[in-house]
């Protein structure tokens, strides 16, 4: 049997070329700053300086780099939050989605009313002087936990790992893993865990980038040095146009900063992408699986 063919109408084609146009366009807007950033910091600082720079480096240079990973600063702070990162995503996943597959069970007593509350928070929350106050009271202020366990729990997380599990793991199944003496935390681990890799790496994604990006609780809750999160160093280099000569030990290097800083701050947005960049092509696939089982039942 021959293909049929389908003619499209005029009104067809037209709908066709302007979402086309407006999606390119679009894709250009997009794309474009992130092309000049990283021309820029590939590029010299008078070209930078000059406004020469537009798709591609001019006067082919690493000074950025150089530069960047020869301050101290830098380095302390992508180390702490590749480390808030880390952790901060694993106890992340972990409670959400032990939380996601404990109100699954209808046999939890409350559980309509459980997932109510875990609801409420998404519109209503303390604020930010009742978080400070806790913070301190539990006394991790200026330490790794005041990054990584406060929002352990994303309510909107939540609810997508949950979906996720009611879809895809039928009560048939526990049924027969119960009947042949499997525990709760059994099924959990041995089947749950392994039919939920969609999601997992969802959670993965959005609980990792909102991790490596956390600015706002860094800035209230650290206040040593030593443990600033990359987005601070990122801010403090941004604020003072200028890396401190002093955490710099070539000498030549020292004489160049004042004139590469642009060039510094564009090589430091680039290294700041590399993490995620890296992380996101192997979960790609699962993204949009994720996304919509979790968000759709049926």
């Known amino acids: 049997m021959g293909r049929t063919k389908v003619k ?17 366009v679009f894709f250009i807007l997009v794309l474009y700053p992130i092309v000049f950033v990283v021309a820029a910091s590939f590029s010299s600082g008078d070209a930078v300086s000059s406004g020469k720079v537009f798709l591609w ?23 702490n939050s590749l480390l808030y ?13 032990c939380a996601a597959y404990a109100l699954t069970r209808t046999d939890v007593p409350g559980v309509n009313k459980i997932m109510f509350l875990f609801t409420f928070t998404m519109f209503f929350s303390g ?19 005041a990054m990584v366990l406060p929002g352990a729990i994303s309510a909107y ?8 599990i009611q879809s895809n793991i039928p009560k048939e199944l526990y049924e027969a893993a119960e009947m042949d003496g499997c525990s709760d935390i059994k099924f959990f681990l041995k089947i749950v865990l392994p039919l939920s890799g969609a999601v997992i790496a969802v959670l993965v994604l959005f609980y990792g980038v909102a991790h490596w990006n ?41 004489m160049q900063i004042a004139r590469i800083a642009n060039v510094i701050k564009y090589a430091l947005i680039v290294v700041t992408m590399i993490p995620i960049v890296i992380i996101y092509p192997f979960i790609q696939k699962y993204f949009v699986k994720g996304v919509m089982i979790g968000s759709i039942k049926g």
């Open 8 to 24: 499209k109408s005029r009104s067809d084609l037209a709908f066709y070329v302007i979402t086309g146009i407006l999606i390119t």
């Open 57 to 79: 480096p001019v006067d082919f240079s690493l000074d950025g780099y150089r530069t960047v990973f020869n301050d101290r600063d830098v380095l302390i702070g992508f180390r």
């Open 85 to 97: 990162m880390v952790v901060g995503t694993t106890i992340n996943v972990s409670m959400t989605m």
């Open 127 to 145: 604020g930010m002087i009742p978080n400070y106050m806790l913070i301190r009271n539990l006394h991790i202020m200026d330490t790794m936990w």
């Open 157 to 164: 997380n939540l609810i997508i790992a949950r979906t996720f």
């Open 214 to 254: 956390s600015y706002f609780n860094a800035m209230l809750y650290l206040n040593d040095p030593e443990k600033y999160s990359l987005p601070i160093i990122l801010k403090q280099i941004l604020i003072s146009s200028q890396i401190d000569p002093s955490t710099v030990t070539d000498p030549e290097l020292q």
